[in-house]
């Protein structure tokens, strides 16, 4: 399944930090490589793990490889996780009531329960 491709080639921070950098634009392998210590060869890998999941697209110009950035697989990604929106706000929300009330109940604002 092409989403699972997708939520695979996110697990890794350095293919993270790979799709980051081609927001800005195309780039190739070495300038992708460039902030990591990393050979070109295991840049390489990284990106064909980008490509299997569809979020990079290669381009070959004689020796040099430009990839570019594929936004259609992460807005399925954004789609799938936004199904699950309103069950983390509903908990966030209850999570922000609770410490607000004990924010209240440790400046003496509400009445604390007596010991029993």
């Known amino acids: 399944m092409a989403l699972?491709?997708?939520?695979h080639a996110l697990t890794d921070p350095t293919r993270r930090a790979m799709l980051r950098d081609l927001a800005g634009?195309?780039?190739?392998i070495?300038?992708?490589?460039?902030?990591?210590?990393?050979?070109?060869?295991?840049?390489?890998?990284?990106?064909?793990?980008?490509?299997?999941?569809?979020?990079v697209?290669?381009?070959v110009k004689g020796r040099t490889h430009?990839?570019?950035?594929?936004?259609?697989?992460?807005?399925?990604?954004?789609?799938w996780l936004r199904f699950y929106e309103p069950f983390w706000m509903d908990?966030?929300?209850?999570?922000e009531a609770l410490l607000k009330a004990e924010d209240l109940a440790e400046s003496g604002s509400l009445p604390r329960a007596k010991p029993r």
């Open 25 to 28: 634009g195309e780039r190739n």
């Open 66 to 79: 430009l990839c570019r950035l594929e936004v259609a697989p992460l807005a399925a990604a954004g789609e």
């Open 30 to 55: 070495g300038e992708l490589a460039a902030p990591f210590a990393m050979s070109l060869a295991a840049a390489s890998k990284h990106v064909k793990v980008l490509e299997r999941a569809g979020l």
């Open 4 to 7: 699972d491709d997708v939520f």
């Open 91 to 95: 908990r966030l929300d209850a999570l």
């Open 57 to 59: 697209r290669r381009l």
